[in-house]
């Protein structure tokens, strides 16, 4: 499922609660950081993990992201095996805690 929006794919999250969000950092309106604080205030992150996914790549913001509470931070451009291996990854650690 795709959403253009944090507001759109927090609709998606609260309604199908997938086992993985891949969300983009860079969102309009709300940024990805905002996104996951909701998410996390609404116990959402409980039941799924989330990646990160963004252009910027220093190790700082790497950081910030795991220290806001992503799963995992990927960078753009996106590598598809790395992305595969982590969603794999991500969903074996997921199904594993069930």
Known sequence: LE????EEGLAIARALQ??????DINLP???GFEALA???EEGLTEKMK???????ALVSEVERGYDAGFDYYLT????????????NE?????TSSE
């Open 29 to 31: 309106e709300m940024n």
């Open 90 to 94: 991500v969903y074996q650690q997921k």
């Open 50 to 56: 989330v990646v990160a996914l963004s252009a910027n």
């Open 76 to 87: 753009k451009p996106v590598d598809f095996k790395k992305l595969l291996e982590t969603l």
């Open 18 to 23: 997938p086992d993985i969000v891949l969300m």
């Open 38 to 40: 909701v998410m996390e």
């Open 3 to 6: 959403a253009e929006t944090a």
